[in-house]
Structure formats: C-alpha cells, structure tokens
C-alpha cells in the first residue's frame, strides 16, 4: 500500500522521494490483474443478456481504467492509458523509484471500491422494486440510489485528488493529500455503514410484511441477494478500514512497510466482492421480480374484467 511517498536522502544535492518501502511482488501484481480481469469478462457477458446497466460502474472497477498525463519532475511527460491497478504496481517491481507507475497503481486501487459501491447501492433500490417492496425502504428509491451515488462520487473525487497530487513531489501537496484521501474514507465508511443500516431495516420490513409478488412465488430466492449485499458492504468496509489506519499510521506505519497488507485486505476482498455477483448476479432477481409483476398485473386485470 502507499499512503504517500516518503523523502530518502539527499543524492547530488537532490531529495530523493522513495515510493514504497519494499520491492512490490511483480508476480502477485500480475495474478491479481489477471483475476480481476476474469472477473470482469464475467460481468461483461452478463451486461446485455441481463440488461444490467446499472454494472457499468462496477465494470469500470474492475478494469481500472484511467487515461491521464503527468508531469515529472524531470519535465519529461508520461502518459498511461487503459491500465490495471496492479498492472502499475508489476511495473513497479522493475521501477520502484518511477513515479508514473506509483500514481498509476495509487490512483486507480483507491478509485476502484467507489465504483463498486456505487452499483450495489442501485441494486439495492431496483431489488426492492422488482419485488415491489420500494414501501419498506427508509428512504425512496428515487432519492436513496442519487443521493448515495452523489456522496460515493464525492469520495470518488477526493480519492483522485489525492492520489494525484503527490505526483508533484512538494512535501506540502504530499500532507494535502494524506488529509484528502483519508476524509474521503471517513465519509465512505460514514456512507457505507449508513447503507447497510438501510438494508438491513428494508429486509426487516419484508420478511414481516411480504410483498404479493413474493408470495406468488416463493422460489424467489431475495435474501440471498440481500446476504450478498451485506456481505459485499462489510468486505468494501473492511478495505476502507485498512486504507484509514494505514494513512493515519503514515509512513513507517506497520500497514503501509508491509506488502501483504494491499494482496490480504484490499485486493482479495474486492476481488470476491466482483466473484460474489458472478454467482450471485441481482440481474437474474430484477427479471424474474419483473415478470411476476407483469403476471400479477394481468391477474388483477382479468380480475376486475
């Protein structure tokens, strides 16, 4: 993990800004690209059958895909496109001391979970929709996916601000962006347990009052699809978590001096929060709520004919 870089020594007259505090692994950056990539070929073959727009977020997690350009200090520009997380952090490897691949692994890892985050916070409002329970969540639809999208983007925002502004070498710009990303992280955690207070008071209000639509058919296997939810909720968090302590920690922290940290905490638990909907895909539950609420609709019309 880096929670910024820190100043080495002073060489020919020139602070040397060292980027992390051991050889990142090159072969587990790779391995975990891969996998990630696996999984969201998953996903993107569920994208058109499924009609599962609201993944395109979650896709995007995913890749990681970034196209930026940056300054060195050197004045020598250097621009990467269309690259993984952990693609940056195999580069690393070979390069320790290049800031383009420490930025790029930086930026877009900690960019990655509120994209995610963002697509379960739609799921949620269109699960309850297609079972036609929208009544039993504490805030409307409407306003609980724009609202928890509009506080994710502002996270989003601050994890990309922060990630970026190092890039300059300015000890003051890199302390800016320690208090930057961590109140991003603060709010996301904020955001995320107030999500899973919802959820869990929504799934509540179902299971002792449940919709017609799921006694209709009572196959309808929907607290499966809100068990995946508090479970993808609690993996994000338990990252966001690590991410805290390893900035408050700063350098030197245990976190951050150890690589074990970003392959145990960070990337795992987001590589199974994108596993879980490969298996669990709430897509699959939106069609079939949908089609028993056609049916239940044509029965109420047949009904009152």
Known sequence: MSGGPPFGPIVNGTQVVVFYEYRPN???GYAFMALFALATV?????LIPLRAWSFVPFILGGIGKSIWSLKHPSGLTIRVAEVFGYYGRALSSDTPDKVGPWIQQNLLLLVAPPLLAATVYMCLARIVIAIGARHNL???PRLLTPLCVLIDLGCLATQLIGAVLPASGDPHAIELSKLII???LIAQIAALSTFLLIAWHAQRRISRDPPRILTMDRSVNWK???RAIYLIIVLILIRSFVRTLEYLQGEGGFIISHE???YTLDATPMWLVMMIYVVLHPGRLIRHGQRLSGEE???MLRHYK
Do not use: P
């Open 182 to 184: 961590l109140g991003g």
């Open 26 to 28: 090159k072969h587990a």
């Open 138 to 140: 504490l805030i409307s």
């Open 224 to 226: 499966n699809h809100f």
């Open 42 to 46: 998953a996903h993107l073959l569920y």
């Open 260 to 262: 074990a940290f970003i």
């Open 297 to 299: 609709g044509e029965v």
